[in-house]
C-alpha cells in the first residue's frame, strides 16, 4: 500500500493496519504506531464505575457550562492584562502635561453629568502646574466625589468602581499566573494569598483557592490538605473539586 | 494476538455484545440501555474526537448525564447517531475549555486509583509499558495536528475497526464523504509524520 493507492471516493479502502506492506515510510510508521496503540479495550469495571459515578452524580453542570465560566474568566483576565498594559504606559510618560492644556491625555474615566463645584473643602483645587493623576487615582476620586459634595455618605459610582475593582482583581492572578509559569511558585503563592486577603468576595475566589493549593502541592507546604478541604467545603460542585480530592486522596488511603 | 481475535475475544467476554430485547417502532430505550449498548462507543467516539485518554470516564459521564436530561426528548430513530452528536458537542466542548484548565493544572496531580488500578490489573511489564506510552504519546503528537474531522474519520477507521458505512452512518454524510475524508486524513497524518521526523520531535 502506498499514498498512490489511497482510496478516493466509492471504493473500500483497507485499515493500514492490516495492509501486509506498506511502501511509504511515513504511513508505515503511523501503522507500527496504530498497531501498537490499538482500539480501546472494552471494560467491564470501567463501565460499573462509570455508572456508579453517574448513579451518585446529580450535577447538570456540563462542559458547555464550565467553559462559558472559563472563557468568562480569560476574557476578564485578557481585558485586565491590556488595562494594566494601557495603565503602565500611561504612568510611565516622565513629564506630565499641566492640567486643563490642549494637549492634557485625559484620565480614562465615565463623563460626569452634574460638574463639582470648584471650592469645596473636601475637594481643594489644583494649580495650573500640578501633574494629573494617573487614571487609578482618577478613578477614586471620583468615586469619592458625592463626599466632596457635602453627601455624608459616600456612594461610590458603581460602573467604574466595579471596573476598576474586577481589572485589579483580575490582575493580581494574572502576575500569580506568570510568577507560576516562569517557575517561581513561592511568588505566585504570595500573590494568590493578597488576592484572597484583598478581594475576600471576588468574582475570582474559586480560582484563586486552587491555583493557592496548586502552589501549596507545588512548594509541599503542609497546608494544601487543608486548603483543599476548604475548597470542597466552599465550592462542593465546583469545577475544580476532581483535583481538590486528588490531594486529599493519599490520606484517607 | 492479532487484534481482529482481540477484538472478538473481548466481545465474546462482555456483556456489551449481549443484544437486548427488539424495541417496539418509536418505543424509547430506557437509560440505562442505552448506557449499556453505548457506553464503550460514547467512550472510543470521545477519543477519536480529539479527547485525552485520562479525561475519557469524565467525557462519557457528560455525555450521559445530558442523555438522562434529554432521553425523553429523543425521537427514537437512531439513537447512535443521537449519541454521537452529543458526544461531538461535549467533545467540542471540552476542548474548547482544555487550554484554561491546563493552565492551572499545568503539574498533573497523580491519580490514586489509576495508579492502585495499575496494580491490581498489571499484564504488561515495564518495557512494554514504555513502548506502548512513548507510542501513545507519538500517535497523540500527530493526532492533535490533524484537522477534526480528518482525525476523527481516520482514529474511528484505522484505530477502532469501524467500517465507512457505519462512521458514515454516524456523521450523517455519504460513504463517498467518509471514504475521501480518510484518503486526505492519510496524506495529512503521512505529512505530519514526515514533519515531525524532521524536527526530531519523532523516533
Redesign the interface.
Known sequence: MS?ND????????R???DAERIS?P??A??A???????????S?Q??R???A??SS?S??L???L??AQ??L??VLIAGASSAGVIQYLRSSQTTPAPRGSAAEPRPRVAPVTTPAPLASPAQPTRSASEPAPPASAATAELGSRPAARGATRAKPEPSITKAARSEAEAQLLVEA?RA?RSGDPERAGALVDEYRLKHPNGALQE?AL??SI?SA??RKAGNSAALAREYLTRYPRGR?R??AQ??L??EG? | MS?TL??LT??SL???AIKPAPRAEGELPSFQSV??EH??DV??WA?AMGGRDED???L???V???V??KLLRFDGANLAGWLYRITQ??VR??R??AW??N?????K?????RALLKLVEPGRGPAEEQ??RE??R??TL?LDQMSSKQRTAFVL?????Y??EEIAALEGAP???I??R??HA??E???I??RL?AERR?G
Request: net charge positive; glycine share 8%; aromatic share 8%.
Open positions: 499514498l489511497l482510496p478516493t471516493g466509492g471504493s473500500a479502502p485499515a493500514l493496519r511509504d511515513e504511513l510508521f503511523g507500527q504506531l496504530l498497531g501498537a496503540v490499538g482500539p480501546l479495550p472494552r467491564e470501567r463501565k464505575r462509570g455508572w459515578r453517574l452524580s450535577t447538570g456540563g462542559w458547555r464550565r467553559g472559563l472563557a474568566a480569560g499566573m507560576r480560582e486552587i491555583l496548586e502541592v507545588t475544580f476532581a483535583q486528588r490531594v486522596a493519599p488511603r | 487484534s482481540q477484538k473481548a466481545e462482555s456483556v456489551d448506557y449499556d457506553f464503550h467512550l472510543r477519543r475519557l470516564d469524565d462519557a459521564q457528560e450521559f448525564i445530558i438522562r436530561r458537542r461535549t466542548d471540552y474548547r475549555a484554561f484548565r493552565l492551572l493544572a499545568r503539574k496531580i497523580a491519580d490514586p486509583e513502548e506502548l507510542a501513545r507519538s500517535l500527530i477507521f484505522e484505530l477502532e475497526g467500517t465507512g460513504v463517498s464523504t471514504f475521501t480518510l484518503h492519510r496524506k497524518f503521512a505529512a509524520v514526515k521526523k519523532l
